[in-house]
């Protein structure tokens, strides 16, 4: 392992040449927290390179099947390592760009076009890398005020760019005044903006436009994103929470919500999980494999047997795919598998969370039950087995057992899928009922 090479590497040359050829003039191996790869120190623009497999790329990082539980805790490590940099280097007045390994190899003119967006002028003729700045809201408003007041003059110019010019003070101090919203002692990066703005509203909806504010960044979305996949909160798309109402797993009127559209965003749950990088890493390893969408949802559910997932972990092992939510009802309904939610008998889940409870598998006429007649079931026997009353309550490790619907008339002797015709039974008892029955 000492010998990896962390220095030098082909894609981190691809990137210096490119920059080099565009008259981008950067520092090496200068001494800052995290020992960026590139370093403009006048712009103090900080550039990481990270490779896939080290910093656990959501697409392309992949764990060895080899002393798995020992990569993974690793490359978690280094996940979490480059979020604290990020946030050292933003508190020191660093602005931080980071690219992925493939980010370089597919769109290297893009990446090059990002550094000179960072180190375009912000503020008169010194050259400094744009970021919201913290200041008091009153004043940052004023000088909003004088700024527009000014432009009246250039309105009644035919210089164009010289308008344009007069208003990209006007979009700079905008940013600088959401991002002032928070006083920076509560939260001195975007990120940690965001994530306080998310959990002082828990499950109301938000749309992306009053995060892009409260951020004060142009790349709020990533931030979003990191925070899901690297910091493990259960931040929901509109996409993700509409395929999970379209499948009766996402209930709009308990969350007082009426509609919602593809930028809105929903934080479910205040408590941050933070084994969710672990599951990410092994997410990304199963998404990139050639079987069916309901295969691969299984396998993660699988790894992660006794585990909460969320609807966007399942949706991105489903490569993004709308069918995911239908396939892990089917899953449920036609196959037996014990996947529950806070509608389908655990009640205690958070909502827009699945569990696998354990790998058994309901006995075949018991599968084809529909999920409203078992919902139905569950709450007239309020989530309880009819013949001993152990319920989701007394759950521990060393008696994993769950619940279970059971035909009163046998279904092969003409019973019904009917709510009459159906108790809720534990598994312990549902095994013991059919073994008499034999």
Known sequence: MSSVKNRNTDIELTLRKALWKAGLRYRLNAIITGKPDLVFIKNRLAVFVDGCYWHGCPEHGLIPKTNELFWLQKISRNVARDATVNDSLVAAGWYVLRFWQHEIKQDLRGCVHRVEQALIPAYGKDKMARRSRQEDPESLRKKLLDLIKNF?????????????????????????LGSSLIPKGEAATARDRIILYLAKYPRQVINGNELMVISGIGEWARRVRELRVEFGWSIATGVTAKEMLEEGELNLLELGIEKLSPDDYILLDEQQDRDAAFRWNKANAI??????????????????????????????????????ARRVRELRTEEGWAVTTKNMGRPDLPIGVYLLEDTHQAPPHDRKIPDDVRRAVLVRDEYSCQHCMWNYTQWNKADPRHLELHHILHHAKGGEN?????????????????????
């Open 152 to 176: 009246e003059s250039e309105l009644k110019s035919n210089d164009l760019r010289g308008k344009v010019i007069a208003l990209a003070p006007v979009h700079h101090i905008l940013r600088d």
């Open 287 to 324: 998404r990139k494999k050639k079987s069916a969408v309901k295969d691969k949802i299984l396998e993660f559910m699988l790894v992660n047997v006794g585990k909460p997932v969320t609807g966007e972990e399942l949706r991105y092992v489903a490569g993004d795919k709308t069918e995911w």
């Open 418 to 438: 009917s709510k009459s015709n159906l108790i809720t039974l534990c598994t312990v008892c549902h095994d013991k009922v059919h073994r008499e029955e034999k």
